[in-house]
């Protein structure tokens, strides 16, 4: 295995992404930041320089499980001290697995700013996968916002509350179009000639085969991606093999990764939309565009057709329909273990907190403490957050999912689940109504240090005695990112064999601001001492010697 050396300046810069030019966080100049390739077990040291000037940063390894290195998983609060500006800090972990991962910022909304970018995971040499290709190309898939995530913050965290709104683009790989014929646009701000800006080309080889590894790191919306004329197999999700199975869009939520083969079967003489739409919420946001070029057509050629529009936004049959049809690769995903050792029910609701709009889990909203947990837990400095446990579950019986609740008893709390090692845990994530009616929401929700098996999805209340019996305990696939629908249930099930402080929550990045997360801990006091690169925060001040 071999060491894989990135040296990455992180900062703030103008870009026009999508025409319109706003300050962007940069990795040595880009956004998406460079594509981390490397192979199984080899080892990943990322060089971080922070040079945001004014402001902290963390970046977390999305899919990576940090075994023996949890204090690397780069999530503020929990696994470590953000890194100040002028700092540098140094990541260094395994990728032990193959497969597709991403990277992003986990600090405040930083992740919108533009601090993202993908991870490419090859088998070692000499072997390769259950399916063949001729080329491999990564493509990420983003929302873009014209405010600055501390406009957004700040009205998030606000009285009276500010929603953040539909994103104003989406990006392809960092590339979109915002019309800058838009009424009320401050002159110099949006060149739609500008460079920056032109689509984002895929450059096929008429009849050869691609694998298309799809990432989406979204900050708000569930995304459908197609391209014009083609279907798609998808062989892969978040890292795992799935049996094959062929779709006309893939539907992809934040913080989840996808492997679809194309084939360039088409007529050759002509390029293609590749289009990204938002699914599951009734948005203005207009659909994402790039150019599927058939070689040797001209890539800015545009196609000669309109741009496919898309599934209806509020179809949720079609999305139910991907999730069903993706079973384990046999022979490569093991079957979870048959039974559980605990089961944890998460209600998601959005409630009003002394005045303030925050998202719950079983009516606690989550709060992150100032020193992070990994050092809290491992040094026992149990006053730096609230030490009464979560609530595994809530009232199901006397609980309307369907109508707006009031939920007077909602509190914010920095607790913790503890997990004992090695355990088999499930999860059931239960959707309810907003506090707008007749409405609930998508939400993807993400762990970090492990891959669960998805048990099932349903629709209304989970039913703990008679839903279990249907979960599949042959064949589930494993992810690290799943959705739950709108009014629907989702079960996934993990063992806790992976000593930390890991994050659970939704991947929608003002949700998590507001309070829709929780933290496992397993196993800390198994860990040998934690690098003093983490500390230099809350009560870990005094922790930096020379
Ligand atoms: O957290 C959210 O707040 C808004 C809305 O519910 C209140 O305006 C919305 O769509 C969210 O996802």
Known sequence: ??????????KYEYKSQDCYKKLAITINGRTPGPTIEARVNDTVVVELKNSLLTENVAIHWHGIRQKGTPWFDGTAGVTQCPIVPGDTFVYKFVVDRPGTYLYHAHYGLQREAGLNGMIRVLLPPGESEPYTYDRDRSILLTDWYHQSTYEQATGLSSLPFVWVGEPQSLLIHGKGKFDCSTPGLKSGLCNATNPECSPYVITVVPGKTYRLRIGSLTSLAALSFEIEGHTMT???????????????????????TYSVLIKADQAPTR???AVSKVVSRNSTTPNGLAIFNYYPNHPRRSPPTVPPVGPAWNDVAPRLAQGEAMKARQGYILPPPQTSDRVIVMLNTQNRINGYTRWSVNNVSYNLPDTPYLIAVKDR??????????????????YDIFSIANNTNATTSSSIYKLQFNSTVDIILQNANTMNANNSETHPWHLHGHDFWV???????????SDPKNYNLVNPIMKNTVSVQPYGWTALRFVADNPGVWAFHCHIEAHFYLGMGVVFEEGVEMLGRYPTSITGCGDTKGYRRP
């Open 1 to 10: 295995a071999g060491i894989r050396h990135y040296k990455w300046e992180v």
């Open 234 to 256: 998808v062989v892969e999700a978040d890292g795992h093999n799935v049996e094959p199975f062929v779709v006309k869009n893939l539907f992809i939520y934040s913080g989840e």
């Open 271 to 273: 390029n293609y939309w």
């Open 381 to 398: 400095l149990n006053h730096v957050f609230d030490q009464t446990p979560p609530p595994d579950g809530y009232d199901s019986q006397n």
């Open 455 to 465: 048990m099932g999805y349903g629709q209304g209340k989970f039913d703990i005695n």
